[in-house]
């Protein structure tokens, strides 16, 4: 029986050719006396945390695969600290600016759901300095500079510490995933045939499939919506700190290995 487990799992690079997805990874094969490389994927599901130990005569085959995201829409995040002269004025200084924010940015074609504030907090190193939220969603990337201009001009005295930043994002990555599943299963397979190759084994049935890391850290990739549901198994791929524009997938697999004259 095939144990499924979900997570996530560390990067590599390659290319995968007829699809423009990346395919990467590293393997383990337990022998007793035999370990290489190699790369894979596979889907996400929701049932442990952790990563079995391996068992002899197995190869774990560790993955990723990423594509470009097509049609993403951006999400600017937009934090500020509001500073007053009390706490009752710097309330009236969110209703203020919440206001203005969404007048402006109806004139860009921005309202309802696409613009999202999160509740107020107040900053424990520095008072009764309150500390503002917003993420603003851009479904066009044309708008994108304008909806910068739009926020960034507004500059009241309140308003301090103001840090903006965006990134593009899919709207529903769960349409991501079967490309990206495949891809990786193919690879894995095609490496893991290698692996046992060299082992002077031949490689047999898949025995586990995990997204979860050794370590069990099992990261998601929702949408930019707070309903947006969210996918294991998937995360944002980035690329000395900045965000490269592309989404990535990552997985265990586990096959058997058989001797050759079983």
């Known amino acids: 029986m095939v144990k499924r487990m979900v997570g996530m799992l560390k990067t590599g690079e390659g290319r995968w050719k007829s699809r423009s ?21 596979g889907e996400p599901e929701s049932t442990s945390s952790g990563m079995e130990v391996l068992e002899p005569n197995t190869v774990t085959v560790e993955g990723v695969a990423s594509e470009a995201i097509t049609n993403p829409v951006t999400d600017i995040s937009y934090s500020m600290t509001i500073t007053d002269t009390s706490v009752k004025a710097e309330m009236k200084d969110v209703t203020t600016l919440e206001q203005h924010v969404k007048t402006a940015l109806k004139q860009d074609g921005i ?12 900053s424990a190193e520095n008072g009764a300095q309150i500390v503002l939220q917003l993420n603003v969603i851009v479904p066009k990337n044309g708008e ?26 899919p709207l529903n990555p769960a349409t991501l995933w079967p490309a990206l599943y495949q891809a990786a299963l193919d690879n894995a397979r095609t490496q893991a045939i290698t692996l046992a190759s060299q082992a002077d084994e031949q490689l047999g049935s898949v025995i586990a499939l995990s997204t979860v ?45 058989v001797a050759r004259n079983s």
Do not use: C, H, K, R
């Open 213 to 257: 890391s050794p370590n069990g850290v099992a990261p998601q990739l929702s949408g930019p919506y707070p309903s947006s549901p969210a996918v294991a198994g998937m995360q944002l791929v980035y690329t000395n700190g900045t965000q490269a524009g592309q989404v990535m997938a990552q997985l265990y697999v586990t096959y058997a290995l």
């Open 144 to 169: 994108v500079s304008n909806v910068v201009e739009s926020l960034g001009g507004y500059n009241p005295n309140f308003v301090q510490n103001n840090y903006m930043s965006e990134q593009a994002v």
């Open 21 to 41: 997805i990346v395919a990467a990874g590293t393997a383990v094969l337990s022998l007793g006396m035999f370990a290489g490389t190699a790369w894979a994927m």
């Open 111 to 122: 309202t309802g759901d696409d613009i999202l504030f999160s509740p107020p907090t107040f």
